[in-house]
C-alpha cells in the first residue's frame, strides 16, 4: 500500500510539474519542434531541468544501501541498441511530432476531456494492448519453434 501511495504521489508531482511548466499544451511542443518558424524553447529548459533532477537524484538513492519501499534496487539491464529501441523511439517520435503529446503530458491533459487528448490516450493504449500481443504471439511461436 505504501507503494501504491507513493507511486500516486509522485505521479500527481510529475503531472502538475508537467502543467505547471506549459507541457500539456501541445502547442508549446510544437512550437519547440518548428526550428523554421515560430521556435519556442520551453521544452528545452524544461528537459535541461529534469535532466539536473534526474543526475542529482540517480547520485543521491545510489549511495542508498537499498530502497525505501522494496528490498533491493532494480536497476535497468539492457544495453543493446536494437531494432526494437530503435523502432520504439521513432514511433514515440513521430507520435509526439504529430500530436505535440507524449505519455506523461497527454495523461496529465486527459483532466482537460479535450477530444484530442482522449482520442490520443486511447490510441496509445491500444498500441499499447496491440504491442504486447504482437510480443506474446512472437514468444509462443518460438516456443512451438523449439519444441516442435
Known sequence: MRSLISGLISGLIFGAGLALAG???????????DVAGAWN?????????AVIVTFSGYRLVRRRGRPVLAASFSWPTATQIDRRLIGGAA????????AGYCPGPAVASLGSG??????????????????RMIARGRQLGARIARSG
Open 114 to 131: 479535450a477530444p484530442g487528448v482522449v482520442a490520443f490516450v486511447v490510441a496509445m493504449l491500444f498500441g499499447m494492448v496491440l504491442m
Open 91 to 98: 514511433l514515440f517520435g513521430i507520435g509526439w511530432g504529430l
Open 41 to 49: 524553447p520551453a521544452l528545452a529548459f524544461v528537459m535541461g531541468g
Open 23 to 33: 507541457m500539456t499544451d501541445p502547442a508549446v511542443v510544437l512550437g519547440f519542434l
